[in-house]
């Protein structure tokens, strides 16, 4: 029987998609499956794959990434199978999701989402990972160990959803997206930990992130992170914070029927989680169906004729930095804390984007403006989005200015007395690590035996 499908596909979506190794496709309900010819450089034909009962001929959307690949059923109930590299006879299919330890009771995936994807580094693909300062980070393929992560695109593009089969099925972690949370995404797509989005005007960033290179991972297994700069440590730390959004080269799209669509597709390829491939559908300026393609490294994008049906949406284009034109309000809480003589404010802390402003003031506008790290921790009950009146837990640091040390003689007293006995001052030291706990109402900051409580707005005062 002829399998009514195509030979390739260039772009990762709901209906058909790809790994480094096979070619997957929803077919009536049932998933299909042949080599990536592409990025493996097999070959052969498509096979119907061995599905369990509950999902076969349900299947309504599919993800694959590394190791991992994801179905929903039409009730969006959520499988996953973990072999997605190896032989297809092997491939084993649960619907257990969550704590603990990936079997929990499983994962509904919402229907007022823009998109979702999964996304995963794992050791015999990626070994491991770049850390913001150029160290290699993680374990080498000495077994099969992966970061695997579903990526929930909500449905007014604000929010950035990431979950794990490990952890508690929520919608409570998100990657805080550029601005600040501020940036509308209209598009995206996962793979190995990076990110890629886009805005209806054309604006694109792309960011990894995932559990183990943000500096989440606190309970699983140790892994030593600092704020302090790692370069050229003999043994280094990982260094945070992640590395942040870095906005992308627009697509120029001036002239002629040049035109780009909103199905855009990140894939890896490489090593040490650097080397991706970015995809953007659309039009050449002589009309003709393809797509635009660069490295995420690279300046510039290179069309590719293929003379398919487009699968997106038209976007408006727009030739300038459009990133900010329709963004949305800030989602932020400002806390202070008053003494005698002066006082200390916390602006703008956002629950997923980091740094906020630490500001000490102390009289005639004087001030000392630090900041204040933050990355959450990981949580073995559900809970809700953002920021509320159940506490939220982080780990962090406090960060000093260069000159804060040259200055120091010309602080009040009190200031001084404050500064010493809660920072750890030195020249070769800028952070102080501390431990917040942050709620809608009021903020504890734990730096040792020290313990700081701020309430939100002007009305906090201990």
Not at 174 to 203: C, Q, W
Not at 388 to 415: C, H, I, M, Q, W
Request: net charge negative.
């Amino acid at each position: 029987m002829k399998i009514d499908l195509p030979e390739r596909f260039y772009f990762r979506t709901g209906k058909y998609t790809f790994n480094s190794r096979y070619y997957t496709a929803i077919l009536d309900g049932s998933i299909y499956i042949k080599p990536n010819q592409d990025l493996d450089g097999g070959d052969g034909p498509w096979e119907k794959m061995t599905l369990p009962k509950d999902l076969d001929g349900s299947v309504s959307e599919i993800a694959i990434d590394g190791r991992q690949m994801i179905a929903i059923d039409s009730n969006r109930r959520l499988y996953r199978m973990d072999d997605a590299r190896g032989p297809v006879e092997d491939f084993f299919w649960t619907d257990r999701w969550g704590f603990p330890f990936a079997q929990g009771f499983g994962f509904n995936i919402r229907e007022d989402i823009l998109s979702w994807d999964i996304s995963v580094v794992s050791t015999p693909e990626d070994i491991m990972y770049t850390d913001p300062a150029g160290n290699h980070q993680g374990q080498p393929p000495k077994n099969e160990i992966s970061c695997a992560h579903l990526i929930i695109l909500d449905n007014a593009g604000r929010h950035l959803i990431f979950n794990d089969p490990w952890l508690p099925a929520d919608y409570s972690y998100e990657i805080g997206l550029p601005y600040r949370g501020r940036f509308v995404a209209a598009a995206m797509s996962s793979s190995g930990s990076t990110h890629f989005i886009m805005n209806k005007f054309g604006d694109m960033f792309t960011r990894l992130y995932d559990f183990d290179i943000s500096g989440y991972h606190n309970i699983y297994y140790p892994i030593d992170y600092s704020y302090e700069d790692q370069r050229g440590k003999d043994n280094p730390k990982w260094q945070l914070p992640a590395e942040d959004w870095k906005m992308q080269p627009k697509i120029d799209t001036s002239g002629g029927d040049a035109q780009i669509t909103d199905c855009i597709t990140i894939f890896k390829v490489g090593t040490y989680c650097t080397d991706r491939v970015l995809r953007v559908e659309g039009l050449n300026r002589n009309g003709e169906t393809g797509f635009y393609e660069k490295h995420i490294s690279d300046a510039e994008w290179k069309f590719h004729i293929t003379n398919l049906p487009l699968a997106g949406k038209f976007l408006e284009n727009r030739p300038y930095d459009s990133s900010m034109d329709d963004s949305g309000r800030g989602e932020y809480y400002n806390y202070l804390k008053k003494y005698r003589d002066f006082s200390i404010r916390i602006n703008e802390f956002h629950c997923y984007c980091t740094p906020a402003d630490f500001v000490i003031s102390f009289g005639q506008a004087k001030n000392i403006n630090l900041k204040i790290h933050s990355v959450g921790t990981v949580r073995l009950k559900k809970r809700s989005p953002g920021l509320d009146k159940n506490p939220r837990k982080y780990t962090g640091a406090v960060e000093v200015p260069g000159n804060l040390l040259e200055n120091f003689n010309s602080y009040p007293d009190s200031v001084k007395t404050w500064l010493k006995s809660h920072l750890n001052l030195s020249e070769n030291n800028k952070f102080t690590k501390v431990k917040i706990t942050a709620t809608s109402e009021w903020m504890k900051i734990n730096s040792g035996l020290r313990s700081l409580t701020f309430r939100t707005a002007e009305t906090g005062q201990e």
